[in-house]
C-alpha cells in the first residue's frame, strides 16, 4: 500500500470513530479526506452557473451545498424540522439536493416521480408537507400538464433547483445560491435526528412515512467504510432510485470509501450491460441483477467489477411500478419482491466477484443484515445472513412457509417508526426492540 492508501485508511478510520459526524457535516468531513478527488459523475451540471462541469470534487460538493442550504433558509424560508418534497429522478441531484436540506436543518422526502393525485394528497397532508424542490431531471421527465397540476396545487411552495426551470417571477435555488456569502455553518444534529421521510405502501395498502435518523444514515458508513475492499478514487457505478434511506446510506458507505460515485442512468441503454470495464464496485438493486440475468450469464455484466453491493429494494414501494427504474417494477403487492436471494443457481459469483447482500427490513433499517458471497482459484465462500454490528435480530418460523422470517431488531440504524401512524409507531417497540411487522410483511431469509 503507497502513502495516499495509508492516508485514505487513516481517514475513513478517523471518520468512523468520529462521535461529531452526522448527515449535515459528512461532506465537510470528506473533503479534508479526500479534497480535489472526484466524488460524483452527473447526467448534467448541478446548478451549471455555479458548476459547469458534470465532475465534482468532494471540496466542490460541499462548496454546493453550503450555498444551496443558505439559500433554502433565505428564499424558501426553510425552518429547523420542516418536511420537502425532493422530486427528481436523477441520483446525483437527488444527494445534492439532500444533503444540502440536511444541512439547513430540513428533512428530505425524496421522490423520483408522483404518484397519483390521491396518494400524493395522502403523503402531503401525513407528513405536513408545504415546500418542494423540484430537481431539472423532474422537469424533463414529467408530463407538462402533471408539473401544472403541481404548480397550481394550493399550499405547495415549489422551488424549481435551475434557473432555467424556474417560472416568470420565481427565483430558482441556482439563482438564489449565487447570492450566498460561501460561509456557512450547518445544523448540528444530534444522532438520532429524524433527516428523512420515506413513503411506503404499508401491509393494509396505506402510504406510511418511514422516518430515518442521521445515525441509520451513516451507520454502514462507520461499520464498512474502514475495511470497503475497493481503493480510494476508483469509479462505483450507482443503481439505486433516488427514493429512501438504502440509497443515502448506500452513497454515504462510497462516497466515505474514497470512490467517485458515477450515477449515468443505466436504463438509457437497458440492453447494456450493468457495469462498464472501468468500474471497480457497483450498487445495486436485486430486481436490476434478475433482469439482466435473464438474457446474459453474470459473468458478462459484471466487467471488471471486484466489489459489488446489492440491496433489497423494499417490496410494497410507493411508486406502485411507476418509477423510472428498469422494465422489471413490480406490482406493491407482489411479495417476491422482497425476496432477498439473487440470481438463483449463479452463485457462487465468478472467480474473484465480492458480493454483499443487504436487507433493509422495508427501509424502517438500513442495510439491517448482509450475507457475503465471494469466489476464487480455491476458494468458494457464501455466508447465512447476519445483522450488521451491533444490530441485533430476533427470528421467528414464519407458519405458513415455515421459512426463518425477521421478528424484531434492535440497534442504530433502526427507524423511531412512522412519521404519519404514531399509535402503530408505539406499538412497534417493545423493550427496545422494533418488530418492521407491525406495519409491513416480515421479511424472509431464505434465498
Not at 466524488?39 to 446548478?47: Q, W, Y
Not at 408530463?143 to 424556474?166: M, Y
Request: aromatic share 6%.
Amino acid at each position: 500500500m503507497n502513502a495516499d492508501g495509508f492516508r485514505s485508511l487513516a481517514g475513513r478510520l478517523r471518520l468512523s470513530l468520529d462521535r461529531r459526524l452526522s448527515a449535515s457535516n459528512l461532506l465537510e468531513r470528506l473533503a479534508r479526506i479526500y479534497g480535489g478527488s472526484t466524488a460524483l459523475r452527473l447526467h448534467r451540471p448541478f446548478m451549471p452557473s455555479l458548476s459547469p462541469g458534470t465532475r465534482v470534487s468532494f471540496r466542490e460538493a460541499l462548496r454546493l451545498t453550503d450555498l444551496a442550504a443558505e439559500a433554502l433558509i433565505r428564499v424558501l424560508d426553510l425552518r429547523r424540522g420542516e418536511r420537502v418534497l425532493v422530486l427528481t429522478p436523477e441520483a446525483g441531484e437527488a444527494l445534492m439536493l439532500l444533503a444540502s436540506l440536511v444541512k439547513a436543518g430540513g428533512i428530505a422526502v425524496l421522490l423520483p416521480r408522483l404518484p397519483e393525485e390521491g396518494e400524493l394528497d395522502l403523503v402531503l397532508r401525513g407528513g405536513g408537507i408545504g415546500k418542494a424542490l423540484v430537481g431539472s431531471g423532474f422537469f424533463r421527465s414529467l408530463h407538462p400538464e402533471r408539473l401544472e397540476t403541481l404548480r397550481e396545487r394550493g399550499g405547495l411552495r415549489l422551488l424549481a433547483v435551475e434557473a432555467g426551470d424556474a417560472a416568470p417571477g420565481e427565483t430558482s435555488l441556482e439563482e438564489a445560491s449565487s447570492q450566498s456569502s460561501g460561509f456557512f455553518i450547518p445544523y448540528t444534529l444530534k444522532p438520532g435526528s429524524v433527516v428523512m421521510l420515506s413513503p411506503r405502501r404499508g401491509a393494509d395498502g396505506r402510504p406510511l412515512l418511514v422516518m430515518t435518523t442521521s445515525r441509520a444514515l451513516l451507520h454502514p458508513t462507520r461499520v464498512l467504510a474502514p475495511i470497503f475492499p475497493a481503493a480510494g478514487g476508483g469509479r462505483c457505478l450507482l443503481l439505486l432510485p433516488p427514493d429512501g434511506p438504502t440509497f443515502v446510506a448506500a452513497a454515504f458507505l462510497a462516497l466515505s470509501a474514497g470512490l467517485c460515485l458515477d450515477t449515468v442512468d443505466a436504463s438509457a441503454n437497458p440492453s447494456g450491460d450493468i457495469v462498464d470495464e472501468s468500474a471497480c464496485a457497483v450498487m445495486t438493486a436485486p430486481r436490476e441483477l434478475d433482469h439482466k440475468a435473464e438474457v446474459r450469464p453474470a459473468s458478462d455484466f459484471t466487467g471488471r467489477a471486484r466489489f459489488l453491493v446489492c440491496t433489497d429494494e423494499t417490496a410494497f414501494s410507493f411508486e406502485d411500478g411507476k418509477s423510472p427504474l428498469p422494465p422489471a417494477a413490480v406490482s406493491p403487492g407482489d411479495v417476491a419482491a422482497s425476496r432477498p436471494g439473487l440470481l438463483p443457481g449463479t452463485f457462487p459469483p465468478p472467480g474473484g466477484l465480492v458480493l454483499l447482500e443487504f436487507i433493509s427490513l422495508h427501509e424502517t433499517a438500513p442495510f439491517a443484515l448482509f450475507r457475503l458471497s465471494a469466489s476464487g482459484k480455491r476458494i468458494r465462500l457464501r455466508t447465512p445472513f447476519l445483522p450488521l454490528p451491533p444490530n441485533r435480530v430476533r427470528l421467528r418460523a414464519d407458519p405458513v412457509t415455515g421459512k426463518r422470517v425477521v421478528a424484531a431488531i434492535r440497534g442504530p440504524a433502526v427507524s423511531p417508526g412512522w412519521w404519519n401512524d404514531l399509535e402503530t409507531s408505539l406499538r412497534a417497540w417493545e423493550k427496545g426492540w422494533f418488530h418492521p411487522d407491525t406495519a409491513f410483511p416480515a421479511v424472509s431469509l431464505s434465498g
